[in-house]
């Protein structure tokens, strides 16, 4: 992916896609605040939460046959022409249409869709994107003492320092080359001072602020992700260094996040 999505690539693919402003991009680790993030924007009355929503995968899978080409999805991202470009914005739009209505903004809160940044900056230029951040060892921790049943890397230890690992390489590659802003939201400013954090992502989709966005523990949505009993709480802060208690248990893990995390971080926006 870093290699076919290149700062040369941006500028081939620059004017491609849709633009619409009414989507909302959040992603990041699991348990690094990406159902908590999602939950506050979808109590704005002009907000409709899809989930966690595979469509980004589905049109990145979909590439191959969309350009009627054998090669694999990532190259033939590399080969991405406007009319399919336009042809992919218009589907998933459609499909989110479909869900959601016209006219509102969409909250789309998959967090592996850090891996198809590419893709969708290209789809949907305007579109608004939220990176969801947490210290990796507490999100770790938070991963590997979670049941997942379609997360197999998350219950074993070696496969967490790798996972994590991929991910902040494709992260920092985003932030050098990715021709869209994105918002960066840290898990412990949400929980140290909600409403400037809340606030911030109201305005960053462009929106007017509400009240209710407070109180997201009552919103009525569907949460179907493992942050159900978090989401329907108001906000604590229990969880920020929670990764402290399991040092004996999870010391070689811990230590290699921690060399991890020290590769750096974004600014605030970029």
Excluded at 42 to 64: I, K, N, T, W
Aim: charged content about 20%.
């Amino acid at each position: 992916m870093k290699e076919r999505c290149s700062a040369e690539f941006f500028e081939r693919v620059n004017g491609f896609g849709l633009e619409t402003d009414r989507l909302v991009f959040i992603f990041g680790l699991p348990r690094s605040g990406t159902s908590l993030t999602g939950q506050v924007l979808a109590s704005h009355s002009q907000v409709v939460g899809l989930g966690e929503s595979d469509l980004a995968q589905r049109s990145f899978e979909s590439l191959p046959s969309l350009l009627g080409s054998t090669s694999s999805a990532v190259d033939c991202l590399g080969r991405i022409d406007h009319e399919t470009s336009v042809k992919l914005a218009g589907g998933l739009l459609a499909k989110v249409e479909a869900i959601a209505g016209r006219g509102s903004f969409v909250v789309d809160k998959m967090p592996d869709n850090y891996l198809y940044l590419g893709l969708l900056a290209i789809l949907f230029p305007r579109a608004k994107f939220i990176h969801c951040r947490r210290d990796l060892r507490d999100t770790a921790v938070s991963c590997w003492s979670m049941s997942f049943t379609h997360l197999n890397w998350a219950s074993d230890l070696g496969n967490i320092a790798s996972r994590f690992a991929a991910y902040r390489s494709l992260m920092h590659h985003w932030e050098r080359v990715l021709p869209v802003p994105v918002l960066q939201v840290d898990y412990e400013e949400i929980v140290s001072d909600f409403e400037t954090t809340a606030r911030a992502m109201i305005d960053w989709c462009g929106l007017d602020w509400e009240p209710a966005c407070l109180d997201f523990h009552e919103a009525k949505g569907i949460v179907r992700t493992a942050s159900l009993a978090q989401v329907r709480q108001p906000i604590y802060r229990r969880s920020v260094g929670r990764w402290r208690n399991y040092e004996e248990q999870l010391g070689p893990l811990l230590g290699q996040l921690n060399e991890i995390d020290t590769l750096g971080s974004a600014p605030a926006v970029n």
